[in-house]
């Protein structure tokens, strides 16, 4: 008897989604964001192309799985000033991003696949402002301005660093938490 047309078969069992999203990290980081296809991915692995989209979905729903996991670990430090707590958080998200300029990338270029982690920091980030004084509408206008300006401080150090190994933009004259720190100074203005 012949599977549907489409349908996963027994490989989707034989490969977990921690699997495939480390291989897709893997690969988009190989590849870049032009090259990563969902067939590629599933050649990498070994597997039906429909097996990853039996574990996510779809594209959306893989990338955003992929940033779910590459964000993960930028959380709020519970000491400190409101400002400090802030600096922290895009300090750790700007590293993120930095390691994985592509993935942001492909977030940028497909927003359905807005992960829930980003969700979580830039909530963070604007409860934060809030407690430091400011009002919920000022608010978000400053974390629009403080997640872009770290997005874009990390894409163009990671893209003139060219897939360097050190991707710090230390040694190209750019001290991205003086710059930050600089910009937190305006929030006072």
């Known amino acids: 008897m012949s599977r549907p047309r ?13 699997k495939i999203l480390a291989e897709a990290i893997h690969l988009l980081g190989t590849v ?39 964000y993960s670990g930028v959380s709020d430090p519970k000491e400190g000033t409101p400002r400090t707590r802030i600096e922290e958080m895009l300090l750790a998200y ?28 830039t909530e963070s980030i604007r409860q934060l402002l809030i407690v430091d004084g400011m009002t919920p509408q000022r608010s978000r206008l400053w974390v629009g301005i403080l997640v872009d300006f770290t997005h ?6 990671a893209m003139a660093m060219n897939g360097k190994s050190d991707r710090s933009g230390g040694d190209m004259g750019y001290d991205y938490r003086q710059a930050l720190s600089e910009l937190m100074n305006g929030l006072r203005a």
């Open 94 to 121: 700007h590293a993120r991003v930095l390691s994985h300029p592509d993935l942001t990338l492909l977030i940028f270029a497909h927003p359905k696949a807005f992960p829930q982690e980003a969700l979580r920091i």
């Open 6 to 18: 489409g349908r996963p078969g027994r490989d989707a069992e034989s490969v977990s989604s921690k």
């Open 152 to 157: 874009g401080a990390a894409i163009a150090v």
């Open 32 to 70: 870049g964001s032009e090259g990563f296809t969902m067939r590629s991915l599933a050649a990498c692995l070994g597997v039906n192309p429909m097996t990853i989209y039996h574990h996510f979905g779809d594209r959306d729903g893989l990338i955003s799985a992929m940033a779910d996991l590459a």
